[in-house]
């Protein structure tokens, strides 16, 4: 069945002579069931800790995003819906940590820590959004999206919203909230509901609840060393009838029944390894949803069993974004274990003091003490020089979704010699394929596309869908 979305005619004078063109736009677990008991506390807690398991832990969060980064940089979107073989893993001894502070996973978290710095635990999403849209850096998907809508004058609270950014359910968020679980850290809900509100800024819906997930995981790493008990307290941040927390729930499920984590891949790639909205890789195989990389970070954590580089691979080997995912991994356990228990081969010559991540003045010992100040702030300093706190539990944050509508985007840009057409469509489940005729005799078979015209003229643009029963 085929059906015509819209149809756009387009006057345009041509002052061009060309060719038409159209740019390009992750070790098995034995099978026995999972004993895996809820160890949540019924009542409220009082935990403490001191100033050097403060810092240790801090350390261990952010050190372990950057080795988790490094580790998976050179994969990244190189395995689409197939886990990388085992021969292909690379030793990290023959990386270089510090290669890190370069990485967006790290520098984005680097302009929201100083405007927290410099105004405040409650910095408002106005102050946050003005530094993020002044920002210089190298952004893409829903980030780059969010900062050219900041700039435009959106409101920050609507910069992630699917009216303003189709990459709303990316994994921008995602891979960004950590610095969030470390400052809220002890207390998931706290951590949970600053994520959701500042995750609008870039996100929306599922893309918002994956970095609400990783921020609530971040903070309830400081409460227990087991990863089980923190997962589950992570997930009570999540809203029930949310594809998310749908997709979550199976990763669990193929867990407890003692599934080797690759049979849980296979599963979930099954499922949702094609159900990506984002506009600019589908359907070409690479996925950069949310929900399907938080997937992948969840194998990695409840496979890995608190592993550390054990965990890190299996969220590497699932593949699609394979150094984000594994740079959450690491931040996760890095802060459950502290500095001190990561790995020593994870951070040979880590420079704390002088190397700086990209576009900013903080060096990795600057970050920490700054989280460790903002972390201190919210807890009440006894006369034993302990920081005590008690937790609020944990329930769900708003209940969002991103409706399942068809959506299409048109912009014409022109100059002397040569106009550039580009049309923007996501399909939705019953849609198997998109064409795009150019007026022209070209038909371009891509979500999206540039064109060139050879001739001046009128030509009437228009995109066609079709169902999968066609």
């Known amino acids: ?203 929306y819906g599922d893309g918002v609840y994956g970095g609400v997930f990783v921020s609530a995981l971040t903070a309830a790493a400081f409460l227990t060393d087991d990863i089980y008990t923190a997962v589950e307290m992570a997930l009570q941040a999540v809203p029930q009838d949310t594809e998310y927390k749908t997709v979550m729930s199976e990763v669990l499920d193929g867990y407890k029944k003692g599934l080797p984590w690759e049979e849980t891949w296979q599963a979930v790639q099954d499922k949702w390894g094609n159900d990506d909205r984002c506009v600019s890789y589908y359907p070409h195989g690479a996925n950069i949803d949310a929900k399907i990389n938080s997937a992948y970070v969840l194998m990695g954590l409840l496979y890995g069993e608190g592993d550390f580089e054990r965990s890190m691979t299996i969220a590497m080997r699932c593949g699609q974004d394979s150094d984000c995912n594994p740079s959450t991994v690491g931040g996760v356990l890095g802060t459950m274990l502290g500095y001190e228990k990561i790995p020593q081969k994870y951070k040979n010559n880590l420079d704390t003091l002088t190397a700086k991540f990209s576009y900013t003045n903080y060096t990795l010992q600057n970050a920490v003490d700054t989280t460790a100040e903002l972390f201190k702030s919210r807890l009440t300093q006894n006369g034993e020089g302990l920081y005590t706190l008690t937790p609020e539990k944990v329930s769900p944050v708003a209940l969002e979704q991103w409706p399942e509508s068809p959506v299409m985007t048109f912009s014409a840009a022109a100059d002397k010699d040569r106009v550039t057409v580009s049309l923007w469509a996501y399909s939705v489940p019953g849609i198997r394929s998109t064409l795009i005729d150019f007026g022209d005799g070209f038909v371009a078979k891509d979500n999206v596309a540039g064109y060139r015209y050879s001739k001046n003229g009128t030509y009437t643009i228009t995109l066609d869908t079709y169902t999968k029963d066609n």
């Open 1 to 203: 069945m085929k059906k015509t979305l819209t149809l756009l005619s387009l006057v345009i004078c041509l002052l061009l002579a060309g060719c038409g063109e159209v740019p390009a736009p992750a070790e098995s677990t034995p099978s026995e069931e999972v004993s895996a008991e809820s160890s949540l506390p019924e009542e409220p807690v009082t935990y403490s800790f001191t100033e050097e398991q403060i810092q240790d832990k801090i350390l261990g969060g952010w050190a372990g995003q950057m080795a988790g980064v490094v580790y998976g940089a050179k994969s990244e979107f190189q395995y689409w819906g197939t886990i990388m073989p085992e021969k292909d893993i690379i030793d990290f001894a023959s990386l270089n940590v510090n290669d890190a502070f370069w990485q967006d996973d790290l520098y984005v978290e680097m302009t929201f820590l100083e405007v927290m710095e410099t105004n405040g635990l409650n910095a408002s999403l106005e102050l946050l959004g003005e530094a993020f849209a002044k920002s210089e850096y190298s952004l893409d998907h829903a980030n780059k999206q969010a900062r050219e809508n900041l700039q435009k004058g959106i409101a920050p609270a609507l910069c992630g919203h699917y009216d303003n950014n189709l990459h709303c359910d990316d994994i921008d968020w995602q891979i960004e909230a950590d610095f969030l679980g470390l400052i809220y850290g002890g207390d998931p809900m706290a951590a949970a509901n600053r994520s959701f509100e500042i995750g609008h800024m870039i996100c």
